[in-house]
């Protein structure tokens, strides 16, 4: 099974294009699969239905969420049907196998005076403060995630149209830039960013005090440091942005398809989740607005 996890992770970088942290993913779900047969004595290409639905049983025991056993069920299966293909083994075990249902949490959403108080927080009056400023005034503006975001390198981004170009996997998106956040964005790389970078290789748009790219950890630090500093009680991650971004637009009459699209999502249904907060904000507008309400 081992050789056959690498081919497997091989075609997953190289013919799906996936993000390392999607790969990673992958990598946790199918090593903790691999050791779960190990302790059953349990050889790969010999697994029926009924073993699969016994793994199911003792994630649900060990107290995995539901999301995260159909998570793992989607890499166990992608995996069989790899060596489906390959011959490696003669029936798919998954095949017949249900992923437990998933209730879709509501997200967390920052209302949008919650948002000016954390925004108003990095002052630019040195080069950490210029760059945090750009940084969430960017994250706001564009719903990134956080992996694409630090991904990004000087080359995505065009100040002079306003847009930045992200890139997903092996989808690619352009993504407008709102004023306040292209201005944030130019005082950063005009004032700040080339004094912080050590060598003028460096790629990355968004860099940390050494210079160099920043972490996923290192942005989750910033944005905690400032929801701190703003006294805001709600907890509040780089996705959490990301949901009031999408939010905000719909409740002030964005087009969901354009919604999806500048969050790069492939199905509708995932950004439909908005929908329930726009109902909100036109049961308001009603209110306030007829005669007879």
Partial sequence: MERQLKYFFKFLENERKLSQNTLQSYKRDLKQF????EDCELHYNKVKEEDIKDYIKELQEQGKKSSSISRCI???RLFYQFVLKNKKVKVDPTANVKSPKIEKRV????TSEEVELLLDQPKDVDLKGIRDKAMLEFAYATGMRVTEMI??????VNLEEGYVVCK???KQRNIPLGTMSLNALKEYIEEARNILIKTESETALFVNINGTRLTRQGFWKIIKY??????ITKDITPHVLRHSFATHLLQNGADLKAIQTMLGHSDISSTQIYMQFQDDALKNVYRKAHPRA
């Fill in 226 to 231: 400032y929801k701190e500093q703003a006294h």
């Fill in 168 to 170: 997903h996997g092996s």
């Fill in 107 to 110: 997200p967390s959403v920052l």
């Fill in 151 to 156: 991904s990004l390198n000087m080359e995505d």
């Fill in 34 to 37: 691999k050791k779960y047969l």
């Fill in 74 to 76: 989607a890499s166990i």
